[in-house]
């Protein structure tokens, strides 16, 4: 499993926007060019940070292999981000702040992704997996998004709907249910055939619909329970059948449904179904397979696969979530699910000082709950006064910035390029491939990422560390 995350930045002053984001960007990652030469490079935790795109960084995780081990590599990939901020914020000319956001959407209608991969078998043919994960993805919303306080605007996805809160950022920015498209046309979920592993074996499924969370808890909510229904179809449970006549219009109808019961037309009944109930189906079955999921082994290094003991609480919150639709009542819910503390926080302060949905102050609290600075974001805020819920502990978190996976590839990754960089020598790397450059090269393919130890890595990183490659 990997997350992918865009993260938007901006540099203020005195209340005023300085720089505009691509200057930003280059300021974040002069440190990178000036130590590497180019601002796409493979960090010793085993992990991929770059310049994206639109002036956005964004950081790709090593490959994990386990639900919490992910959430800990995605939270570091924040705080590698954040350090590059305060670098630059100590040197920018023009004074100010800078900004990072780990969010989808800006106020004038562009939107940035958080991408979610999931290694899955070549054997299981992709048609009939997105045809059974597609309702799932569709309304996971409930359960895991962001929220967002959306204000129709000109041109933008949201401008025929009526002012108010969503649950997901990305619903109104995704227009097709499946596709190889990833900007012109997003989809749900990206068919483009890049495993980065055996592809005679694995296909990559690159989900690309989800929301950036902040919170830890909703963070492997959003993942576990999208491992076990993925699980549950590899394993040929039987599910209902809940493909939708319009995954499209269905997926803007639930963000702005708070019930989760606006009425969704099937695809081959012509029936109609809920959010919820897709929702409740679901959780139900995943409740029944936990009980017969065989159970990973637990190597030296951790776990090999994600164990039952971090699936449970997943399931348990999962339906905790969907119950707190019935009742309405979220308050069970409301340190745990990033939509609804940030619903909470804004009504509080909208009651408060008297604020409709449309102001922009709530506009610049439903941003700076993205703020990735510890000291500055209101989600960080709410977490320092016990008013979120952590999943993590900070030590590590501190140490997943430096050291990879070591139940992965991942972990022959680091290896590699901390004894290549310690050295000062020229390597090449991706996520299947590693070359020490020269003369006489030396190269290694890894297409299997479970194979956390390789005889051949391990020559290779005994003579970066002689000097003799």
């Not at 350090?83 to 939107?111: I, M, P, R, W, Y």
């Not at 994960?133 to 959306?150: E, M, N, Y």
């Not at 046309?185 to 055996?198: L, M, Y």
């Not at 972990?411 to 003369?439: C, H, Q």
């Amino acid at each position: 499993m990997g997350l992918e995350t865009e993260y938007g930045v901006a540099n203020v002053r005195d209340a005023v926007r300085r720089l505009g984001p691509d200057e930003v960007a280059r300021q974040l990652f002069a440190p990178v060019v000036e130590e590497f030469r180019s601002s796409n490079i493979y960090t010793t935790n085993g992990s991929r940070l770059y310049l994206d795109v639109g002036a956005h960084p964004e950081v790709a995780t090593a490959e994990c292999d386990s639900l919490h081990q992910l959430v800990t590599y995605d939270r570091a990939g924040d705080a590698e981000v954040q350090a590059l901020a305060e670098t630059a914020e100590a040197s920018l000319a023009s004074g100010g702040q800078v900004h990072v956001f780990k969010n989808n959407t800006d106020f004038v209608g562009n939107s940035y992704g958080c991408h979610e991969n999931y290694l899955v078998g070549r054997e299981m043919p992709l048609r009939a997996l997105s045809a059974q994960l597609l309702p799932f993805l569709v309304t996971r919303q409930l359960i895991c998004g962001a929220g967002k306080v959306s204000v129709p605007q000109p041109g933008a996805p949201n401008e025929n709907f009526g002012p108010g809160f969503v649950m997901s950022q990305r619903a109104d920015h995704v227009w097709e249910g499946v596709s190889s498209a990833t900007t012109r046309s997003r989809p749900i979920i990206n068919t483009r055939d890049e495993p980065h592993a055996d592809s005679s074996r694995y296909r990559r499924l690159h989900i690309i619909v989800g929301d950036s969370n902040m919170s830890e808890v909703t963070t492997a909510l959003k993942v576990g329970s999208t491992l076990l229904v993925l699980e549950m179809i590899e394993a040929g449970v039987a599910l209902p059948d809940f493909e939708m006549a319009n995954e499209i219009r269905s997926i803007r109808d639930i963000a702005r449904d708070i019930t989760g019961t606006a009425p969704l037309r099937l695809r081959r009944s012509g029936a109609f179904t809920t959010a919820l109930e897709v929702q409740e189906t679901l959780v139900d079955a995943a409740d029944r397979w936990l009980a017969v999921r065989p159970e990973p082994e637990r190597g030296p290094s951790g776990w090999l696969g994600t164990p039952r003991e971090q699936l449970r609480p997943v399931v348990d919150l999962w339906r905790k979530v969907v119950d707190c639709f019935h009742t309405q009542d979220f308050s069970p819910v409301d340190q745990h699910i990033d939509w609804v503390i940030k619903r909470k926080l804004i009504e509080r302060l909208a009651a408060r000082d008297g604020l409709s949905i449309t102001s922009p102050k709530l506009a610049q609290v439903d941003l700076m709950y993205h703020e990735i600075n510890p000291r500055r974001g209101l989600f960080h805020r709410l977490q320092q006064r016990g008013l979120a819920a952590d999943l993590l502990r900070p030590e590590d978190i501190a140490a997943a910035r430096s050291t990879p996976p070591q139940t992965t590839r991942a972990a022959l990754r680091g290896a590699f390029l901390s004894a290549a960089r310690a050295g000062g020598r020229e390597v090449t790397v991706d996520w299947m491939r590693m070359k020490i450059n020269g003369e006489s090269p030396l190269e290694v393919v890894l297409p299997d990422p479970f194979a956390a130890h390789n005889e051949t890595v391990d020559r290779m990183v005994a003579l970066l560390r002689e000097g003799t490659a």
